[in-house]
Structures are given as C-alpha cells and as structure tokens.
C-alpha cells in the first residue's frame, strides 16, 4: 500500500519534470516559436508582474478573487437547490417524475450552448455568470445525493423508525448523514464542471477573472498571461481537491467504512 | 402497554398465496418468545407485523386493544446485520431514541454510558462502530434499543452472525438483560437449542402458508438467571428430548414436498 503510493508519488514527480524539460527545451531551442511557448521562467516572470502590476486592469489577486467567489456563490447556490432536488428524487415517486427528467435535460448541456439564452433572460450582470456556473454544477450533485440517499439501508430506516422517528427525522438523522459521503462527491465532481464552465460564464462583459483575463491575453497574443492564467486555475482546483479530501477525512470519517 | 395480540393474522405480499395464515398469537410483556422454523416459513414477516413494517392483509394486530399501524418506540427491534448508523459514534448510536424524542445531552450521555455498560461495553462509547466486533455491534444494537424503554423488544436472529462462543456469552446477556427490562422479548433463529434455552415460550412456524404448529412453554432461561449451569440444563433429558422434539416439527412435511 504504502510502496505503491510512494511508486505513484515519484512517478508524478517525473512526469512533471520531463513536461518542464521539454517545455523548457522547445522554447529556448526555438522548437516551437516563443510566440506560442513562452519558456517557464518566462512565464514565472509574467506571473510576477501580474501579481503586482496586474494584466487587463486588475492584478491576479483581484482576477483570481472574482472567478473563486463566481464559482463559490454558484456552489454555494447550486448545493441549497440540488441537495433537496436529489433527496426528493430518492424518496418521491412524484419527485422523481418530475425532476428526473429536468436533471437529465440539463446534464448533457455544454454551458456556451445555454449561455446567450441566459444572457438574453437574465442580461450580462453577475448573477448570470453564476447562474451558467451553476446549472453546469447541478445535474452533479443532484445525482449524487440521490444516489447517496439511496445508500441508507432499510434496516437503518427500520431501526430509526421503530425508535420513534418522523418521517422528517428519518431525513434528517438517517437519509442526509447516509447521504454525505456521495453527496461530498458530487461537490467535487461539480466544482470540476465549476471551474470548467468559468471561462465561458466570463466570456462576456466581465471586467475581472481569470477567465476573462485570458482571454483578454489571447486577443493580443500575450501567451505567458494565458499560461500563466491556466496554471492558476489549475492549481485553484487543486487546492479545492485538496481541502475536500481534509473535509472528508475529519468530517465524513466513515465513507471509508461502510 | 403490556398485551401485543395477533387475531387470525395473514400476510400476502401478492396474489400467489398467503404467506402467514391464521396466526393467533398473545405476546405479554415479561415473556420471552423464541420463534423458530425453516426458511421461508414466515419468521421475519411475522416480526415485521409486529414490528409495524408490516400490515396484515386480514385480521388484526392490537397493543393493549388499539390497532397497531405502524412503528412505535414501545416496539424497538435488533437486527441481524445491526442496522447501526457508523456516522454516530457508540455513544450517540445508543443514544438516538432520546435523541429523537429532544432530552438533553448530558442526561443522554450519561444515559448511554449506563447502557453500554449493561451490555458490557463500558467505556467504549466513544468509539466508532467500525472499530468494534461483530458481537459488540450487536451488543450497540441491544443497547440501543433498549434506550427507547421498549415494553416489546423484537431481534430477528441477532446472534446468526456470531461464532459460537460469542453467542453462548450473548444468550446469557440476553437472558439478563430480559430479566432487568421486563420487556417481552420475541427473538427469531435458527438455532433449536437457542430457541429451546432462552425461552418462556417456544414457537415454531410452519411453512406454506407461515402458521404456528407449536407453542410450548419452557422454563431453561428462568432457571439459568435462578443460578443452574447452561451446561447442566442442555444436558438435561428433558431439554434433549424437546430439542429434538421441535426439530421433528421443523423439518416435518419437508419430505413431503420432496415425494
Ligand atoms: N418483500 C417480500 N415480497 C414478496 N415475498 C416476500 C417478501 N419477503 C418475504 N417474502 C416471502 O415470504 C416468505 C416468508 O419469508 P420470511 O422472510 O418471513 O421467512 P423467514 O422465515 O424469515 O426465512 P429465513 O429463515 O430465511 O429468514 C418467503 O417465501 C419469502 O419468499
Ligand atoms: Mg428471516
């Protein structure tokens, strides 16, 4: 167990240094022209200079803030909806009629295809950047939790009903807690499409964020801002991976013991 | 509430015929019943009904002369595979009936903590349901409903899981535990001999459909807690003779069915 970590933790560790050799190689070798390749120190030093100076009016702090709290609120948002949506398709043959269908509607949609309908209904303001975020981010947690609710076994149900629980209590103390473990799932899964649904959600009449950043940088060919700004996102995700796992270990002890 | 009664019981889960029919039963509590019989004759449906997961398709269920229509925390029950809640710690497992029902926490605690201590878990309630035994959980399972202040406590085979010295410990807890609650107990298994040394009343189940085709009274448990041997008493003639007895009964017509 712990050999094959350590084997999976070294071969990691080499992927990454061979990337950066031969990203390295090819833009000082002048394989690739540096147009499109900045080197990596060329991109640190962009990197640099966007944390102090900024790109496109804002600095990467600022640019970083507006796409986090973007993807945070639709988060945030999308749970408070797609957590009683998926508890009601677990328990409710009438529930499940009605939004079942709904959920896989809009599962399959690619967030550009709903994006000018939003903005023709809700306008160009923030809530429809999140609201695109979060309509990426609602068939998955509504799924899981359905799934995870379905996870309770009937003798639990049973036991909690024959110590006195209301339906209401057989929800909250039996259905939820059984439902945790998938439905902490489903925010990872989401915040994936989250992050991936930004950069579209930005695409208009934003004046800050990572995503508007690079595409602002993309416009004039300022590739080590685009990097850069990718990498950002990329180790934002990371970081929210990260945490998720410290949550699920303190907080959801047993979703390893079942 | 003291009198849970069966009047001309049956169950069908579909049309294809009754699955118990004809069940009379009296259920006291201070009694102890062991039902035995094969498979599929009806033990777990008949639980059910009692328990209120189950409603008969004819005759009636009363607690105390009022109709029983569903689940109740009069009527806890234990389960086979413990049905515990592994996102509650030990204590808070045991503790859920008076979670339910609002008390407050230091008097559930201390409440648990006197519970697990009966079932001989003392100390252990802050630990999580995966780091104990398959006996232990059953003992949580126990406690736990034993916490609701039961007048009926209803265990479909809790020991089927249980090596056998596991179980010979916990037939002697339950028999204690039994005597300290005064809840009626009505216990399913497999085995005759357990069925046969905890008891105050013996019921075997026939199948095809589920009826009662005996319901003997016996006194092995009550001489136990009085002060006999386990040993002493399986050894007996008597319980010897009514083991096999019963176990006759199980397995009769069962070649009929073959022929
Ligand atoms: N939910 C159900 N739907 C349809 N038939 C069922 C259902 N539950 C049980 N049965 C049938 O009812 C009969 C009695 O089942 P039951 O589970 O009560 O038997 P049992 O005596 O507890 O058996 P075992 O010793 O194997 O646990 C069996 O024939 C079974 O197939
Ligand atoms: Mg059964």
New binding site residues.
Partial sequence: MRDTRHMTLLTGIATLAIVLTVWTLASTRGWVSPVFLPSPLQVLKAGQLLISQGYAGSTLGAHAAASLGRVMAALVLTALVAVPVGVLIATSPVGRGVLDPIIEFVRPLPPLAYLPLIIIWFGIGEPSKILVIGLAMLAPIAISTAAGVRQASLGQIHAARSLGATRGQVLWFVLLPAALPQILTGVRIALGAGWTTLVAAELVAAARGLGYMIQSAAQFLVTDVVIAGILVISALAFAFEVILRIVERLFIPWASHR | MSLLSFDDVSLD??TQGA?LSGIGLSFRRGEFLTVI??????????LNLAAGFLSPSRGRITLDGAPVTGPGRERAVVFQDDALFPWLTVRENVAFALRLSGRPRAERSDRAEALLAGVGLAGQGAKRIWQLSGGQRQRVGIARALAADPAFLLMD?PLGALDAMTRDRMQELLLRVWSDSGAGVLL?T?SVEEALFLATRVLV?APDP?RIVIDRAVDYGQRFLDGETSRALRAEPGFIALREELVDAIHAGEEANHA
């Fill in positions: 889960y579909s699955v019989g094969r498979s599929g004759s009806g033990k777990t449906s008949l085979e399913i497999h189940l589920g």
